[in-house]
T-cell receptor, first 117, second 110 residues
Framework: DAGVIQSPRHEVTEMGQEVTLRCKPI?????LFWYRQTMMRGLELLIY????????DSGMPEDRFSAKMPNASFSTLKIQPSEPRDSAVYFC???????????????FGQGTRLTVV | QKEVEQNSGPLSVPEGAIASLNCTYS??????FFWYRQYSGKSPELIMS????GDKEDGRFTAQLNKASQYVSLLIRDSQPSDSATYLC??????????FGKGTMLLVSP
């Protein structure tokens, strides 16, 4: 398996523009996570999907952020409009969850480095 | 607020020494615990998982869990310069999500 695949690897955009980040989880995994990493705040969970259904989106900063998972092999994270404070590395991770209380290992994609100028 | 605390470091050890990395967590209901290694500019890479109290060994790595003290540790024996990285502690915090500490930077000098 190729692992979790994210695109693009780097994105530079102007403030106010729409940004869409993409993720393909590992085949067979039923949980997908979007994380954001900054020096100040570390890795923060934005949203968690289980079986394509959003379970926990309490980490989504505000209405400018939205995420979808239309099928088991694809997810998007969209920021509209983007702001300079959104600059960070965005990671997608996937895992196979046996129960809702016990997590198995999560594997990360290579990340998307977003810069909003 | 579920929290995972780690000393940011850097923790400096000479090559061949034992590196000891520590983590505490606030949610007593946590059931799964993980250590990730992250090289600069790269993504987190899973190196150890532990689910029950005690020690778990994998090669040069040993994870230790004490649920009563809400404490997880990672020991790296015979540390190598290639072990220099940031080590992230992650804890299952309900609904199968993971809460991460901010990481401890480890520097292994030749």
């Amino acid at each position: 398996d190729a692992g979790v695949i994210q695109s693009p690897r780097h994105e530079v955009t102007e403030m106010g523009q729409e940004v869409t980040l993409r993720c393909k989880p590992i085949s067979g995994h039923n949980s997908l996570f979007w994380y954001r990493q900054t020096m100040m705040r570390g890795l923060e969970l934005l949203i968690y999907f289980n079986n394509n259904v959003p379970i926990d989106d309490s980490g989504m900063p505000e209405d400018r952020f939205s995420a979808k998972m239309p099928n088991a092999s694809f997810s998007t994270l969209k920021i509209q409009p983007s702001e300079p404070r959104d600059s960070a590395v965005y990671f997608c991770a996937s895992s196979f969850t046996i129960t809702t209380r016990m997590n198995t290992e999560a594997f990360f994609g290579q990340g998307t480095r977003l810069t909003v100028v | 607020q579920k929290e995972v605390e780690q000393n940011s470091g850097p923790l400096s050890v000479p090559e061949g020494a034992i590196a000891s990395l520590n983590c505490t967590y606030s949610d007593r209901g946590s059931q799964s615990f993980f250590w990730y290694r992250q090289y600069s500019g790269k993504s987190p890479e899973l190196i150890m998982s532990i689910y029950s109290n005690g020690d778990k060994e994998d090669g040069r790595f040993t994870a230790q869990l004490n649920k009563a003290s809400q404490y997880v540790s990672l020991l790296i024996r015979d540390s190598q310069p290639s072990d220099s990285a940031t080590y992230l502690c992650a804890v299952n915090s309900g609904y199968s999500t993971l809460t991460f500490g901010k990481g401890t930077m480890l520097l292994v000098s030749p």
